[in-house]
């Protein structure tokens, strides 16, 4: 009698400290955007419809996008993914200093580079709907995390590249075994599927960070082939990476900056 009750207590401690553990579990499991947490009114309104840019970029933002891709293409799960260009914590790290703009820059500048360059098109106005939005959407991610802070993950997907020159040959191969099917043979991808394009005229232009070895690199070693991410060596995506980039594809306009007026010559 003694003992079964002694069970049963034991019994009943055990089921809530699984509960509390399973609680946890379902905390740490909470998607990073979930629009069922949105704040209610214009602000949650804010954030929804920068998510919608961020992952329908071509359909929502058609005066200002060259490229047959969306954000998410390389920012994965609309900028959630750790080592998968997430935006999480970012909004606490800006303004920054910006190498190429030689200045002092606001978050609005990094995401005007990225229209003008991985986008291959022109920057929505800072005051605009859809750059606010997509500031609201970024900071909605980065809740919580303190200003100045370290990224709370991993979220770049830059490698050091080997030091031997990429094996352009084995490149090719494995492009045409684990890439081709959904990017094509041509590069230009199937846009209709969501697979996007990763040379020719529709692709990012040569100014963006994606047309860096290291960052490409890093993005194949970590996210690509898309059914199968994390099955490639580093060299194997170095040399996928240059076979990649070996092939021609828009060059940056520099005329977009004065039709837009963003990334104004250095002030600073
Ligand atoms: C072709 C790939 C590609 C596309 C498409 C793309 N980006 Fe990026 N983005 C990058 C790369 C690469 C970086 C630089 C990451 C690094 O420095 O390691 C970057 C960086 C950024 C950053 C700064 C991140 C940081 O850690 O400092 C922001 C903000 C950003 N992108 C927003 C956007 C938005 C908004 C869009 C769509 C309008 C977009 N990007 C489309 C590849 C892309
Ligand atoms: C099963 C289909 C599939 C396969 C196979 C695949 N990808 Fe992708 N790739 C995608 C999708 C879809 C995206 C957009 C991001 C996402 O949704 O994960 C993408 C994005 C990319 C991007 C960034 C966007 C751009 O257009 O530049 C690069 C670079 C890339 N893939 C390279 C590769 C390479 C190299 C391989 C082979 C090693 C590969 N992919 C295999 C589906 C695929």
């Given at each position: 009698m003694f003992s079964s009750i002694w069970m049963r207590a034991t019994f009943l401690a055990l089921t809530l400290a699984l509960a509390a553990c399973s609680a946890r579990a379902a905390q740490t499991a909470?998607?990073?955007?979930?629009?069922?947490?949105l704040p209610a009114g214009p602000v949650g309104e804010a954030i929804a419809y920068g998510h919608s840019i961020i992952v329908d970029t071509p359909r929502l933002m058609k005066p200002y996008?060259?490229?047959?891709?969306?954000?998410?293409?390389?920012?994965?799960a609309a900028g959630t993914q750790p080592r998968g260009g997430?935006?999480?914590?970012?909004?606490?790290?800006?303004p920054q200093w910006n190498k190429r703009a030689h200045r002092v820059i606001a978050l609005q500048d990094r995401i005007a580079e990225c229209f003008l360059y991985s986008m291959n098109g022109k920057a929505p106005a800072y005051s605009s709907k859809a750059m606010i939005s997509i500031v609201a959407y970024i900071a909605w991610l980065s809740r919580g995390v303190a200003v100045g802070a370290a990224q709370p993950h991993d979220d770049r997907y830059i490698v050091p590249l080997p030091k031997a020159a990429a094996n352009v040959g084995d490149g090719a191969k494995i492009y045409a075994s684990k890439c081709s099917m959904c990017h094509q043979p041509n590069g230009s991808g199937i846009s209709a599927a969501g697979f996007p394009p990763l040379w020719g005229a529709h692709s990012f232009n040569s100014g963006a960070g994606m047309a860096h070895a290291d960052r490409m690199t890093g993005f194949i070693r970590y996210n690509m082939p898309q059914n199968a991410p994390g099955s490639l060596s580093v060299s194997q995506s170095y040399d996928v990476a240059a076979f990649v980039l070996g092939h021609a594809r828009p060059r940056f306009n520099k005329n977009a900056l004065v039709v837009t007026g963003a990334l104004p010559a250095k002030y600073f």
């Open positions: 909470t998607p990073a955007y979930d629009p069922k947490a996008v060259g490229a047959q891709m969306s954000c998410a293409a390389c920012h994965i997430s935006f999480i914590g970012l909004y606490g790290r800006f």
